[in-house]
C-alpha cells in the first residue's frame, strides 16, 4: 500500500488506527480533517480510537480525503465492514464492573437509536444508584473477579458508572426504547424498599423523557418469543447480549437484524408500563406495612 498516505501493510491494525496514521502523515489534526469531511472532530476521534462503530461508508470518505486511492480507501472499507461480522466476547475479568458500564455509556453516547429489552432485570440506564448496587452485588457471586475490583470501592464504581448512563437519557436527539418483561417488577430478589425508589424512578423518566419509551409485556400476553435474555441493540448496527457472567457483543448485520426483529415482535406484544407499575407500588407498599416486613 501507499506509503504517501500511510496505509499500514499491517490487516491487523484497526480501522481506526490506520485511519490515524495516515491524518499524522498528512500533519492534519483532527478538526481540520473533520472540516474536511463534514464531521465533528468528536465523531473523527472516537472513529480514531475505536468508541462506536465506524460506518464503512464514513471511512470511505475519510481514507480519500488522506490522500487514498480508490483500491487503499475499498481495502479499509472492507476492513471496517469484517469487523461488523466478528463476534468478541467481552467478560468481567477483562475491563471490571466499572469499565464495562463506560464502555456501553461510550456506545449509548454515541449512538443515536437505542433499544432495550430485559426479561427479568430493569434495563441498566433507568437503574437508580440503589437498585444498581443491589445488582452488581448479586452478580458478583457468580462472576469471578480479581482482587483489586472486589472490594466496596471498585462496587461504588461501578454504581457511579452505571448511574451516569443516564445522562444520554436527557439528549432529546436520542431515542431510547426500553421493553421489559413483568419479571423485572416482581418481589423476588431486591428490597421492597429499593424496589419502589426504582418504580418512581421509572414514572419520573416516562414523564419526563419525550424521547424514551417505557413498555412491558405482562404475563398474560401471547410470546413471540421466548424471554430468553437481555440485549440491546444499538443504531441497527450492534447488538449486546447480557448473561450471567459475561457479554456477547455482535457486529454482524445477520445477528443484528435478527435481534431487531425479535425486539420488535416483542414490542407488539408490549403496553404502556403505568398501571403494571401502580400494581407493583401497591405490592411494595404492602409488603413494608405488613408485621415484619422489611425486603419482602
Known amino acids: 500500500m501507499s506509503v504517501v498516505s500511510g496505509t499500514p501493510e499491517d490487516e491487523n491494525e484497526s480501522v ?6 495516515m491524518r499524522r502523515a498528512r500533519r492534519y489534526t483532527g478538526a481540520q480533517l473533520a472540516a474536511m469531511v463534514g464531521m465533528s472532530q468528536p465523531k473523527i476521534s472516537r472513529i480514531e480510537r475505536g468508541r462506536g462503530i465506524p460506518d464503512p461508508e464514513d471511512v470511505g470518505i475519510i481514507a480519500r480525503a488522506l490522500g487514498a486511492d480508490e483500491d487503499e480507501a475499498h481495502a479499509l472499507m472492507t476492513r471496517a465492514e469484517r469487523s461488523h461480522d466478528r463476534m468478541t466476547e467481552w467478560r468481567p475479568t477483562m475491563n471490571g464492573l466499572a469499565g464495562q458500564q463506560k464502555t456501553l455509556a461510550d456506545w449509548e453516547f454515541a449512538a443515536t437509536d437505542v433499544r432495550t429489552f430485559e426479561p427479568a432485570l430493569i434495563p441498566g440506564p433507568l437503574q437508580t ?49 426500553f421493553v421489559v418483561g413483568e419479571d423485572a417488577l416482581k418481589p423476588r430478589t431486591y428490597p421492597a424498599v ?17 424521547n424514551v419509551s417505557i413498555a412491558v409485556i405482562p404475563d398474560s400476553a401471547p410470546a413471540a418469543f421466548p424471554l430468553l435474555h437481555g440485549f440491546t ?42 398501571p403494571i407499575l401502580d400494581k407493583y407500588q401497591a405490592i411494595y407498599i404492602d409488603m413494608l406495612q405488613a408485621p415484619g ?4
Open 194 to 210: 429499593e424496589m419502589l425508589a426504582q418504580i418512581r424512578h421509572i414514572r419520573e423518566v416516562a414523564a419526563n423523557s419525550a
Open 233 to 274: 441493540v444499538l443504531d441497527d448496527k450492534v447488538v449486546v447480549v447480557d448473561l450471567y457472567n459475561t457479554g456477547l457483543v455482535s457486529r454482524s448485520r445477520q445477528d443484528v437484524e435478527s435481534y431487531r426483529k425479535v425486539f420488535d415482535a416483542l414490542g407488539e406484544h408490549a403496553v404502556d408500563i403505568e
Open 129 to 177: 444508584s440503589g437498585y444498581a448496587k443491589a445488582v452488581f452485588q448479586t452478580f458478583r457471586r457468580v462472576v469471578p473477579v480479581a482482587a483489586d475490583i472486589a472490594g466496596e470501592a471498585a462496587l461504588l464504581a461501578a454504581v457511579t458508572a452505571r448511574v451516569r448512563r443516564q445522562e444520554a437519557l436527557a439528549d432529546r436527539t436520542r431515542s431510547f426504547q
Open 293 to 296: 416486613g422489611q425486603r419482602r
Open 16 to 21: 481506526g488506527a490506520a485511519l490515524a496514521r
